[in-house]
C-alpha cells in the first residue's frame, strides 16, 4: 500500500503549525533532574531525532496497539509502522477505536494506518498486512524501537529471539488480561528478555475472541471458536453444558472442521471437554493504561529525557487499582540471551517420549512439538514426514541409550528461531 504524508522542509512538517508541540517542548527544551546529561541534547537536536529520524515499529492493530498508534502519533514520532495479521471482526468495535463498522473485514494495519494519518496531519504510518516472520532481519534493523501489543506468546518469543539476535534493537511489551496487564522494557544484553520470565505466565486456557474469530493457530482456538461463536449461532437459547457429552460431541465435531479448514492439528475430544470455558475479557481502561507506559517508555528511550524503565511494570485492577515495578533478572540458563545450557535430571528410565512430554508442560521451556538431537545423532524429530518416521522408534528407547550422563540435547521447534541446549543428567529414581 502506498502512504502519503505532508512534505519536509528543513526538517519541519508544513502542518507543524506553531505551538503544536508545545507540552512536549516543555520536557525537551531544558534537563530535568532525571535526564542523562551524556546522552539528552535539549532542545533542537532532540526534538529534529524524534520528529524527523526515529523509526518506530508497532506490532499488533488490535485493543493495545490501537492505543499506542494514537498515543505515539500525537507525541511527536511521525514515522511509524504497524504490523498486524487480523481482519476487523464486528466485536472489535467496542474499543478498537481506530475502526468503524464499515471497516469489517479489512486488515487493521491498513485501516489504523489510514485513520491516523487523517486525523494526525503529518504523521506517515505505513501498515504491512502480514506475519511478522514474514520479514527479515533488514526489515527490523532499519527501526530504532519496537513495540509490541500482541495477543500471543508464540509471536511474542519469536520478535524477542529475533531482536535479541540483532542486539541493541529496544523492545518495549505490552499485555493485557482482562483487569491486569503489564509492560516492560527489553534491552538485549542488557535486560532480561521476554524468554527470561517464560516461568511467569499460566499455561493458557483462555483465548481473545478477535483470534478465535479471525485467525486460528491452535487447535484450541477451533474449540473456542466452535463453543462462543458457533454453538450460539446454531443452537439458539439452548444452553452449553460443558458436562453433557452430546454437547461437547457436537463441539469437537464443529471444531474438528474448522481446524481442517486452517490445517490445525490436535482437536480431540478431551481437549475439547477441557477448554469449553472462559474468553479473556477486554478492557478498554486496562489497555489504555499499558498502552500509556509503552508509549511513555518509548519516548524516553527515544529522547533520553529520563531514565527508562527498568524493567518491569505491572498493574493489577481486579479488585483495587495497584500497580508494581521491579527488575526482572537475567536467566544464566536463557536460550535466547543466556549462554549456559539447562541443566535437567530425569529418572534413568524415562524414554524420549517421556522427555518430550515433560519439555510440553514445563513452565520455562514450553516448546510444542519440539525435535531432540545431539552433535552426533539424530533423536526425534517432528518434521518431515520422512525424518518423523525414520527417528519414530527412538521414542520408545530410554534416553540414557542415547544420551550419555551430563551429554547435551539440542531442542528445536518450527515455531521458534532458536535452540534450546539442555544437559542431561540422571536419577535412579
Not at 493495545?64 to 514520532?77: D, K, M, P, V
Request: hydrophobic share 35%.
Amino acid at each position: 500500500m502506498t502512504t502519503t504524508s505532508a512534505p519536509i522542509t528543513n526538517g519541519i512538517h508544513y502542518s507543524d503549525w506553531e505551538d503544536r508541540y508545545y507540552h512536549i517542548d516543555q520536557v525537551l527544551d531544558s534537563p530535568g533532574p532525571r535526564t542523562d546529561p551524556d546522552s539528552f541534547m535539549a532542545g533542537d537536536g532532540v526534538k529534529n531525532f524524534l520528529r524527523t529520524q526515529c523509526k518506530v515499529l508497532v506490532i499488533g492493530a488490535g485493543g493495545l496497539g490501537c492505543e499506542i498508534l494514537a498515543n505515539l502519533s500525537l507525541s511527536g514520532f511521525k514515522d511509524i509502522h504497524v504490523i498486524d495479521m487480523d481482519t476487523i471482526d464486528l466485536s472489535n468495535l467496542n474499543r478498537q477505536f481506530l475502526f468503524r463498522p464499515k471497516d469489517v473485514g479489512k486488515p487493521k494495519a491498513t485501516v489504523a494506518a489510514e485513520y491516523i494519518m487523517m486525523r494526525v496531519p503529518g504523521v506517515t504510518v505505513t501498515p504491512y498486512y502480514g506475519k511478522i516472520q514474514d520479514k527479515d532481519d533488514d526489515y527490523y534493523m532499519q527501526f530504532n524501537l519496537v513495540i509490541c501489543g500482541l495477543d500471543s506468546v508464540e509471536a511474542r518469543r519469536w520478535i524477542n529471539a529475533t531482536l535479541v539476535k540483532l542486539s541493541l534493537k529496544p523492545l518495549i511489551d505490552g499485555g493485557t488480561e482482562g483487569f491486569k496487564g503489564q509492560a516492560r522494557v527489553i534491552l538485549p544484553t542488557v535486560t532480561s528478555c521476554y524468554e527470561c520470565s517464560l516461568d511467569m505466565l499460566n499455561k493458557p486456557t483462555t483465548f481473545p475472541i478477535c483470534t478465535i474469530a479471525n485467525t486460528p493457530r491452535l487447535p484450541e482456538h477451533c474449540i473456542e471458536w466452535a463453543s462462543v461463536l458457533e454453538w450460539p449461532k446454531v443452537k439458539g437459547e439452548t444452553k452449553l453444558d460443558s458436562d453433557d457429552p452430546e454437547h461437547i460431541q457436537w463441539l469437537y465435531n464443529i471444531a474438528l472442521e474448522r481446524a481442517k479448514e486452517f490445517k490445525i492439528e490436535g482437536v480431540t475430544w478431551s481437549l475439547t471437554q477441557g477448554v469449553v470455558k472462559n474468553i479473556i475479557p477486554a478492557i478498554a481502561s486496562t489497555n489504555a493504561i499499558i498502552a500509556a507506559s509503552c508509549c511513555n517508555e518509548a519516548f524516553k528511550i527515544a529522547t533520553s529525557s529520563a531514565a527508562y524503565l527498568n524493567n518491569y511494570f505491572m498493574l493489577m485492577g481486579l479488585e483495587s487499582v495497584y500497580s508494581h515495578t521491579f527488575n526482572y533478572e537475567q536467566r544464566k540458563d536463557c536460550p535466547v540471551c543466556g549462554g549456559e545450557s539447562l541443566e535437567i535430571s530425569i529418572p534413568k528410565s524415562w524414554t524420549v517420549e517421556n522427555l518430550i512430554e515433560m519439555l510440553v508442560e514445563r513452565q520455562d521451556i514450553q516448546i510444542k512439538k519440539p525435535s531432540l538431537s545431539t552433535q552426533t545423532k539424530q533423536i526425534y524429530f517432528q518434521a518431515p514426514p520422512q525424518l518423523e518416521a525414520v527417528t519414530r522408534p527412538n521414542l520408545e528407547k530410554m534416553v540414557s541409550e542415547l544420551v550419555a550422563d551430563g551429554g547435551d540435547v539440542n531442542v528445536t521447534a518450527t515455531t521458534l528461531p532458536f535452540s534450546l541446549s539442555l544437559r542431561i543428567t540422571y536419577s535412579e529414581s
